[in-house]
């Protein structure tokens, strides 16, 4: 059994700062990569970042130069640094990674972390 757990969601006014985290558990064996997805009401979800084993980090133009994604491999956990954050990144925030377990390899999903971003 493999877990995600997000969190350092909140509330902000715009141009602050939050960084999130994505922590993995279980029986993981390597988790490939690992993405921050976000989906707010009424849009599909997308993919705002992600990194892969290799390190090589891809982010949707919107966040590029204000996200950063970043890993503790040693913790098994993934953040991702939002600075100068605007109303339009109100969302709930996901990770989701590409683990092999001892069992199987697939993707897993967190319950996600909200942020809200105030004008």
């Known amino acids: 059994q493999v877990q995600l757990v997000e969190s350092g969601g909140g509330l902000v006014q715009a141009g602050a700062s939050l960084r999130l985290s994505c922590s993995a558990s279980g029986r993981i064996v390597i988790i490939n990569s690992i993405g921050w997805h976000r989906q707010a009401p009424g849009n599909e979800r997308e993919l705002v970042a992600s990194i892969t084993r290799a390190g090589n980090t891809k982010y949707v133009d919107s966040v590029k130069g204000r996200f950063f994604i970043s890993r503790d491999i040693a913790k098994n956990t993934v953040y991702l640094q939002m600075n100068t954050l605007k109303p339009e990144d109100t969302a709930n925030y996901y990770c989701?990674?590409?683990?092999?377990?001892?069992?199987?390899?697939?993707?897993?999903w967190g319950q996600g972390t909200q942020v809200t971003v105030s004008s």
């Open positions: 989701g990674a590409a683990i092999q377990s001892v069992l199987e390899v697939r993707t897993y």
